[in-house]
């Protein structure tokens, strides 16, 4: 029934290639602004809601009250918008006098006087998506600007550019990054944009300049849209799934747990992929309304462990019938060639009741006769010690999933 997968050779590519900043050596955790509030500059009509230096500091605040902090979520990071229309005379970037009343190096120094870290957008072309100067002839001033306001967390789009340009655009703005001596996470949008220009990308340049990078479409707040990413990172995960472990990851957008568009079962389904993917954890979400069930997901620790593992591999998926999905994430500890795994059950049948899916571990590819102990990581089910023939039996609601960790046993 399931075929059986190997990973040997994503956890070889562990050990050769990628960006040596010493940062990202898990996914990056974090907030960041844009799914949630996009490109509201309208701060006069709706101040609570507008991309100023209140809301980020507010994000802030909360971060660190709500408990999100002591779970891992360190990155509070601006998107676009934040910039004024044109470049200061002396061709720095100025952030929206308005809405950045004190400036984008008070702003971080609020942020780290929390015990976090910083972010901010640009982009690899003449505007930023949204039409703010973008950084095409102002690469390396821009880069000792970020160094200068202690920016810990760059994200370059590339709207306003030619796909053609980023092998040479996006390796310069990182060594002008380097160079600047701040080590700042640095997240690229080349292979998108190649992706979408007919030009396949080059991911052993991109693994060796960027910390992450984007692969697909922006996340939309629906579930059709976590679907669309789902798929995507499934049927093209053998060119895609190779190029994450520490220090470089795949990104297929934010967290849009808590939001309008995913049900409790979705977004549950969500943060578990997530978390098999060893995915970026970039919430975008109002912290301040969001509703205790969805935050419950989002401090899962348990969960949050798969996606931070130490091995950094990505997982695949190994079965996919008639609505059923099971993806499989090989993680610490290892004995001898034996990994432990998370597995993810995903129902995506829409004929309205749960799914029984019965498989026996050896199915799933683990093949340690010393067993393996199962636990469920939503659900506080304990499976004790199963071995490589037990049959497995999880019921998955429609939309929903159910998350295994199976641990290798030693003795
Ligand atoms: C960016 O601006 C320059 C100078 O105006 C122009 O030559 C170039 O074609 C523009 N690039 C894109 C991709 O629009
Ligand atoms: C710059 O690159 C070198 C070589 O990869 C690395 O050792 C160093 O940590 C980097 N520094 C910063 C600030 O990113
Ligand atoms: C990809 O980039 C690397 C440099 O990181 C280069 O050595 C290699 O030739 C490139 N491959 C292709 C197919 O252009």
């Known amino acids: 029934m399931i075929s059986i997968i190997t990973f040997i050779i994503g956890a070889l590519c562990v050990l050769c290639c990628g960006l040596e900043n010493g940062l990202a050596r898990t996914p990056p955790m974090g907030w960041l602004s844009w799914e949630r509030f996009r490109c509201n500059t309208d701060c006069l009509n709706d101040p609570d809601n507008c991309i100023s230096e209140q809301l980020f500091q507010i994000m802030a605040d909360l971060i660190v009250s709500e408990g999100y902090a002591s779970v891992g ?94 092998d040479k655009g996006y390796s310069e703005f990182g060594r002008y990054l380097n160079k600047t001596g701040k080590a700042m996470v640095y997240s690229c949008s080349w292979p998108v944009y190649q992706i979408y220009a007919g030009i396949q990308p080059n991911f052993s340049a991109i693994q060796t300049h960027c910390n992450l990078w984007r692969n697909y479409d922006d996340i939309q707040d629906s579930w059709s849209s976590v679907e669309n990413i789902i798929d995507y990172y499934g049927n093209n995960q053998d060119a895609i799934a190779p190029n994450a472990g520490p220090g470089h990851w795949n990104d297929p957008d934010m967290l849009i747990v808590g939001n309008f568009g995913l049900s409790y079962e979705q977004a549950k389904t969500q943060f578990a992929m997530w978390a098999i993917l060893a995915a970026p954890l970039l919430m975008s979400v109002d912290l301040r309304t969001i509703r205790p069930e969805f935050k419950e997901i989002l401090l899962n620790r348990k969960i949050i462990a798969v996606d931070q593992d130490g091995l950094g591999i990505q997982g695949r998926r190994i079965y996919k019938h008639k609505g059923i999905e099971i993806w499989s994430k090989p993680i610490s500890p290892v004995y001898q060639n034996f990994y432990s795994y998370s597995i993810v059950f ?57 998350m295994l960790k199976a641990i290798t046993q030693f003795y």
């Not at 972010?119 to 072309?125: M, R, S």
């Not at 340690?368 to 019921?395: A, Q």
Request: with cysteine; proline share 4%; hydrophobic share 30%.
């Open 346 to 402: 995903i129902n995506r049948r829409t004929d309205g009741t749960p799914s029984d899916i019965s498989v026996t571990l050896k199915e799933l590819g683990l093949l340690n006769s010393m067993g393996y102990r199962v636990e469920d990581l939503y659900e506080n089910v304990d499976y004790g010690v199963l071995h490589p023939h037990t049959k497995i039996k999880v019921k998955v609601n429609p939309s929903g999933v159910v």
């Open 73 to 166: 979520y360190e990155y509070i990071n601006i998107d676009d918008c934040w910039l004024e229309r044109h470049r200061g005379n002396n061709g720095k970037l100025l952030s929206d006098h308005k809405r950045f009343p004190n400036g984008i190096k008070a702003l971080s120094d609020y942020i780290h006087s929390r015990g976090l870290k910083f972010g901010i957008y640009e982009d690899y072309g003449n505007y930023t998506c949204a039409g703010y100067p973008g950084i095409i002839g102002y690469e390396k001033s821009d880069a000792e600007q970020f160094a200068e306001w202690n920016v810990d967390y760059v994200k370059l789009d590339g709207c306003y550019s030619l796909p053609s340009d980023m």
